[in-house]
């Protein structure tokens, strides 16, 4: 059992950038993957970035790659966001999350077993 909180969310216009943080405590040794995921409305969950907790080994979805950066500080139990050149597109609640999915399933939202509430990001035009 994991609790994740995240913050850093608000507003900010394209092309700017917003750093999101998630705080883990409880049976944080029992993961092995933390990562982002986000919800923008009206449309379906979707893969953002994961991070192994060993190695920080990263995976980025496309869309994301090369303006967003994924990185941890396990002493602290926590997991950052780094979100550069913003675009109205990122627009969405942005949910941190732990698990210890197959490698094969890391981008999958379904092989988390443990989600934060979510953080509001808004990209203006």
């Known amino acids: 059992q994991v609790q994740l909180v995240e913050s850093g969310g608000g507003l900010v216009q394209a092309g700017g950038s917003l750093r999101l943080s998630c705080v883990a405590s409880?049976?944080?040794?029992?993961?092995?993957?933390m990562g982002w995921f986000r919800r923008a409305q009206g449309k379906e969950r979707e893969f953002v970035g994961t991070i192994t907790l060993d190695g920080g080994s990263t995976l980025y979805a496309d869309s994301v790659k090369g303006r967003f950066t994924i990185s941890r500080d396990n002493a602290k139990n926590m997991l950052s966001l780094q979100m550069n050149s913003l675009k109205p597109e990122d627009t969405a609640v942005y949910y941190c999350?732990?698990?210890?999915?197959?490698?094969?399933?890391?981008?999958?939202?379904?092989?988390?077993?443990?989600w934060g509430q979510g953080t509001q990001v808004t990209v203006s035009s």
């Open positions: 999350a732990a698990g210890n999915p197959r490698p094969l399933s890391r981008r999958l939202g379904s092989a988390y077993a443990n």
């Open positions: 409880g049976r944080t040794s029992s993961t092995s993957v």
